[in-house]
């Protein structure tokens, strides 16, 4: 099994750590300390002996932030995880904040007291997010320290060693462009900014560029490392040299400098000093120490976005083709999943039985059609009944929850493999749903339809059409509390910028860019409702008698959409074709990978017609 379900947070202890980082603060002359979910490369994900926020607060949610201070501590979370929150860390001596409403810098500025010293770890947040703490405390009479040593690192003793998994190198038959054309097109980009080098700290981005995948990270095949790019000659990689094997260490000789990790301050040190033109880093992925080590050498920074994020957004032929096939094989997967499922009497189930069974469907079913299933994507969410209300919910030893007839399961879930990644969510009943449950199921998938169905101009951003998700649902007076959707890596992270559908979602969307789009509906202590397919920006073209080329959507998960959960009274003629031609498809291009004759008989009822 890829997923563990042991139990990561305990909020019994969050009093005495607290207590034993307050005592370590006060020995540095600290009032307070931030502790944000992050590591030195901003993952989302992280490595064990990252884990601080966790270790401190029991809270395991990927989104986070913790300002400790002598009388007061402060955990900073996103609608996701408000729930989450409340049942994973104490909130007799934590207080929930809101991260969007109020994030971490706005609090600051107006609660910090006036005279406060408030420590940060610079390796742990961004240029830009330092930046903000600076100008809150400047605001709020503090002052910001940034601090040599992290003073939790000193009280969490027995914290697990750095991962040491070993590297792989990515073919070209998935990766479709060489590292050394990738290498190149970075160099150009540095050349265009006039700039000297560009650091990459973000492992996705050297998994792209360098065509290569690691495991230090949970489910994501990221190597942790660091890469400088000049502007001319070879680029400089920053990777334990225990991950490589001979091949691998031949591959990357071929492509750039070989370092250990402990040599990259120095030589970030080294090239700032000599440059005459500015080092290129990217405020809102690389952190603070990094700008600090060029500034301190006497280099001169330029702000500017990493320059792989927009080229590994958008998807190249190899990568698209791949994204397609591990979509069908995945959705053969879950077909004969959910023909499983079905079949069961819910009160033989419970939560981890359920995931335990997907997960085998996927590991048989990427065996059997030629390609493995190399990991899960992320922990997939099981939540039945109430537990479906918690948007990012883990199952473990201590959640797990017995199914009881007339619950409804919302299951999230993807897989890694070598050809793409997979995410997708669906809700099964396990008995005759009731009629609010089917109303808000239909809104729900009316806003998943009608962003399927969206053209938009190009330089459209995810800001400017998540709305059209919503509209169903804001109509009938409900909404959610998270995004519309998210981008998805090329077998790496589930979630990749910069592209995403949401109120924040900034970045234009370009062609081949993969997005989820899964709107929801939750009710509190009852059951959640989410429907995810990913999708993948169309190139845009010119409608006949139209005047502006337009982007659409092609829908690339294959999965039925559960039909005892839709009233069909709901939906307009639009809609109901959508919805018949989508399960055609689904029908269609499923059937050749499924040799079972019981699955094939639950997949042609599953996508009968809805009329």
Not at 17 to 27: G, M
Not at 499 to 518: F, P, T
Not at 521 to 544: F, H, Q, S, T
Not at 580 to 608: C, F, K, M
Request: aromatic share 6%; proline share 7%; glycine share 8%.
């Amino acid at each position: 099994m890829f997923q563990s379900f042991t139990v990561r947070s305990d909020a019994t202890r969050g009093k005495l750590r607290l207590h034993a980082l307050r005592k370590r603060l006060a020995t540095m002359q600290l009032d307070g300390f931030v502790v944000p979910h992050a590591d030195a490369h901003q993952n989302e994900y992280l490595p064990p002996n990252a884990e601080r926020l966790a270790w401190l607060t029991g809270f395991t949610g990927s989104a986070g932030t913790a300002i400790v201070l002598a009388d007061s501590a402060h955990i900073f979370v996103d609608g996701r995880y408000t729930l989450q929150l409340r049942e994973q860390a104490d909130m007799d001596v934590f207080t929930p904040e809101d991260l969007i409403d109020t994030p971490p810098h706005r609090w600051i500025e107006k609660n910090l007291p006036a005279g406060t010293r408030l420590g940060v770890d610079p390796w742990l947040h961004t240029i830009g997010e330092v930046e903000r703490f600076e100008k809150a405390c400047s605001e709020a009479g503090a002052t910001l320290v940034h601090c040599d040593t992290n003073p939790l690192d000193a009280v969490w003793q027995d914290a697990p060693p750095a991962p040491l998994a070993p590297v792989s190198i990515h073919p070209m038959e998935h990766a479709g462009v060489s590292a050394k054309s990738k290498l190149a097109a970075l160099a150009r980009t540095v050349r265009e900014h006039k700039t000297a080098a560009t650091v990459l700290t973000d492992p996705a981005s050297i998994a792209w560029a360098f065509n290569i995948r690691g495991h230090d990270v949970a489910h994501t095949p990221l190597a942790l490392g660091w890469a400088i790019v000049p502007s001319r000659g070879d680029p400089l990689l920053f990777i334990d040299s225990r991950k490589l094997g001979n091949s691998e260490r031949a591959y990357l000789h071929d492509h750039a400098e070989l370092h250990e990790p402990v040599a990259f301050t120095d030589s970030l040190a080294a090239l700032a000093r000599r440059s005459r033109r500015p080092i290129m880093l990217d405020p809102g992925r690389v952190n603070a120490a990094i700008g600090a080590i060029v500034a301190e050498a006497g280099g001169k920074i330029v702000h500017a976005p990493d320059p792989a994020i927009g080229p590994r957004a958008t998807k190249n032929r190899t990568e698209r083709r791949g994204a397609i096939n591990a979509q069908r094989r995945d959705g053969a997967a879950f077909v004969r999943f959910l023909a499983w499922l079905d079949a069961q009497a819910p009160e033989t189930l419970d939560e981890i039985t359920i995931v335990r069974k997907l997960e085998t469907c996927r590991a048989e079913t990427g065996e059997r059609l030629g390609m493995p299933l190399r990991d899960i994507a992320f922990d997939t969410i099981c939540g039945s009944g109430p537990n479906g209300a918690i948007v990012h919910y883990r199952v473990d030893e201590t959640s797990n929850r017995r199914i009881t007839a007339g619950d409804l399961i919302l299951i999230d879930s993807g897989g890694q493999y070598d050809d793409g990644t997979t995410d997708i969510t669906r809700v099964v009943p396990t008995g005759p749903p009731t009629q609010t449950q089917r109303r808000h199921f239909t809104l729900v998938l009316k806003g998943m339809i009608a962003m399927s169905r969206a053209r938009f101009p190009q330089g459209t951003r995810g800001v400017d059409i998540d709305a059209l998700a919503r509209a169903p649902l804001w109509t009938a007076g409900l909404d959610y509390k998270h995004g519309t959707g998210h981008g998805v890596g090329s077998y790496l992270s589930v979630h990749e910028g910069p592209q995403s559908l949401s109120r924040r979602g900034m970045a234009e969307l370009k062609a081949g860019m993969i997005v989820s789009n899964e709107p929801g509906c939750y009710r509190p202590g009852e059951y959640g409702i989410r429907i995810e397919n990913l999708v993948m920006v169309d190139a845009a073209r010119l409608p006949e008698g139209g005047d502006v080329p337009v982007h659409g959507f092609s829908t690339l998960t294959l999965v039925p959409i559960d039909r005892r959960l839709i009233d069909p009274k709901l939906l307009d003629r639009h809609e109901r074709r959508w919805l018949n031609r989508y399960h055609a498809r689904v029908r269609r291009e499923l059937s050749p990978l499924i040799e079972d004759e019981s699955v094939l008989a639950w997949l042609q009822g599953a996508t009968a017609l809805v009329k």
